[in-house]
Structure formats: structure tokens, C-alpha cells
């Protein structure tokens, strides 16, 4: 059974992220599903911050396909927006979440098939600031 919340300020999305953090181990790859401007990034922040990492470093890695935010357990932050299945398929991000990483996928719809053992959070904009976040959990 899927958890399913609604947040109501960016804030209170970033503090899902940072709940969701507290029950990840290194080797979890988490992927994000929703439109743009849908909180992704901000529940990236919240994974940061529950990890340890400094929020205010997490930014929509849209350029650099791939950021890594490295603490106790390093964070590899990817966008795959502006890429295509083809593209994604050959950055090797399952090879990223290891004994000592957790790697966050926004846009992983863009994946040509989904993690085996991933987290899928879905995110649906409930207009204004509301959003349902939807975390499935692998069975």
C-alpha cells in the first residue's frame, strides 16, 4: 500500500523529503515523478537535509545531468528533463547507488525502464502550493 500525503507550502514538501530520509539506506535509488514545478526538487532538498547534507546546495541539476552531494552518505541528485530514454539509459545511474550513496532520479519517467528495488514518489500538483505526494515502496 502506498503512502499518500498533501502538502501544502514548499516547505511542508521538503519536510516529506526529509522524513523519507530517515528511512533510506545507502544503495536506495529514489525516483520522482510529476510535472515541472510539481516539488521535486524541493523534496530533493528535504533527502539532503535528512541525510545530513546541506539543503541549500540541492538545485535542479538540469545542466549537469548528475549532481553529488557528498556527508555521511552521499547524494547523487539526477534531472533527466532535458535528455532523452536513450540518453538516460547510458548516464549507468543504477551503478551510482552504492553501500555509501542514495541516488534521488527526478523526470524518471524519461527512464527506458524502472529501478528494480526503487522508491517511486509521484507528485501531483493540487493547484496553489497544494501537492499529493504518493511514495510507493518495492515490495
Do not use: C
Amino acid at each position: 500500500m502506498p503512502d499518500v500525503l498533501t502538502t501544502h507550502s514548499e516547505a511542508e514538501t521538503t519536510a516529506a523529503g526529509r522524513h523519507l530520509a530517515g528511512t533510506l539506506t545507502a544503495g536506495t535509488t529514489v525516483t520522482l515523478i510529476g510535472d515541472l514545478g510539481a516539488g521535486k526538487t524541493a523534496f530533493v532538498r528535504g533527502l539532503a537535509e535528512g541525510l545530513g547534507l546541506p539543503p541549500e546546495n540541492v538545485s535542479s541539476p538540469t545542466f549537469t545531468l548528475v549532481q553529488e552531494y557528498r556527508g555521511p552518505v552521499t547524494l547523487h541528485h539526477a534531472d533527466l528533463y532535458r535528455i532523452s530514454s536513450v540518453e538516460a539509459d547510458d548516464l549507468g545511474l543504477e551503478e551510482l547507488a552504492t553501500e555509501k550513496a542514495i541516488v534521488a532520479i527526478e523526470w524518471a519517467e524519461k527512464l527506458p525502464r524502472p529501478v528494480p528495488g526503487a522508491i517511486v514518489v509521484r507528485f501531483e500538483d493540487l493547484g496553489g502550493d497544494d501537492r499529493r505526494i504518493t511514495i510507493e515502496r518495492p515490495a
